[in-house]
């Protein structure tokens, strides 16, 4: 299941707390202040990693505590500094403090390697060394510990994929992304059968197949709106229409007409026009199909996941420019 939106709370450790030890040993009875210092709570940073593509290690682990500095102790010891966390989220993950509005996008810091800081830990309290002064030469009390800073956030993955295939159910998106792709999408001849995006990695892209759109889906119908919002968070997309359609244009208006009636930020994303199954009818239906889709003024492609000489080309068409 894809996981794009999550609310999660992180708290920073809290400080460990200062100690009030006096000094006791067999020559001194009664000592002065020798309690050392608490130590640091962790601190919690966000990272970015091209390694996972959503959130859900967040699903089921909604609030996410570091750890506490050590209290410090007798003899001037001090308390360790707890150890930082760093949580890690995909790029294109937006982040929003729900109480102050401040926001994190991950887009503008995704090539960074420095992490970002979300949670302060607490500040150790001081222990009673420190209070020691001309005026109370045995101080009896350390200082407590500070609390970590907590926060609730909401994260939402505005990116899953840098290219999202499109098209009606059984348009041969799955099969299409198996074959581009490691990803083992479900592949059946009925409507629907995917039911989540199912993301793969074309050597560093991600490639999503989008589940199939019908008419009427910005209504809700079919697998609703969920689907067109996913469609949104990819950069590109390949619209696939399935030449075995005796109307593939009727097929590639009903796709864009939810679209712009969902959003029409949709219509302007690059496209390009993928014709299906070529293997599936005859050379003259290719060629005509081929004809009627360029005249929209868009990249047209054909291709067959039996013919590795269009699977070939459509690779080398959805390389970035700089590749």
Do not use: W
């Not at 993301?199 to 759109?213: K, V």
């Amino acid at each position: 299941m894809l996981v794009d939106n999550i609310t999660l709370t992180v708290v920073a450790g809290k400080g460990g707390d200062g100690s009030g030890h006096l000094l006791r040993n067999g020559q001194t009875a009664f000592g002065g202040p020798d309690g050392g210092n608490g130590g640091n709570g962790g601190n919690i940073y966000l990272a970015v990693s091209t390694n996972i593509t959503d959130l859900r290690e967040f699903r089921y682990k909604k609030k996410i505590v570091a750890e506490a500095g050590g209290d410090g102790m007798g003899k001037k010891m001090f308390g360790r500094n707890a150890p930082h966390l760093t949580i890690f989220v995909p790029p294109g993950t937006k982040i929003t403090d729900t109480v102050t509005g401040a926001v994190i996008d991950t887009t503008s810091v995704a090539d960074s390697l420095t992490p970002i800081l979300l949670a302060q830990g607490g500040k150790g309290g001081r222990g009673n060394v420190e209070f020691k002064s001309a005026t109370n030469q045995t101080p009896r009390f350390g200082e407590k510990g500070g609390e970590g800073v907590e926060r609730k956030l909401f994260l939402e993955l505005r990116l899953i994929a840098e290219i999202g295939l499109v098209g009606l159910p059984n348009a041969g998106k799955s099969s299409l992304l198996g074959v581009l792709t490691q990803a083992t999408p479900k592949v059946g001849n009925y409507p629907f059968t995917t039911l989540e995006p199912t993301i793969g990695m074309m050597g560093e892209r991600p490639i999503a197949d989008i589940p199939g759109l019908i008419a009427g889906a910005s209504q809700g119908k079919g697998l609703g709106t969920d689907f067109l919002r996913h469609i949104e968070k990819t950069a590109m997309l390949v619209h696939c229409i399935d030449l075995t359609d005796p109307e593939p244009m009727k097929a590639y208006d009903i796709v864009r007409g939810e679209f712009e009636i969902f959003s029409k930020a949709l219509l302007t994303k690059p496209e390009i026009i993928l014709l299906t199954k070529t293997d599936l009818v005859s050379p003259l239906v290719v060629k005509k199909a081929t004809a009627l889709f360029k005249k929209l003024g868009k990249k047209v492609l054909t291709c067959s996941i039996y013919e590795p000489t269009s699977i070939a080309k459509l690779k080398k068409a959805l390389k970035p420019e700089s590749a």
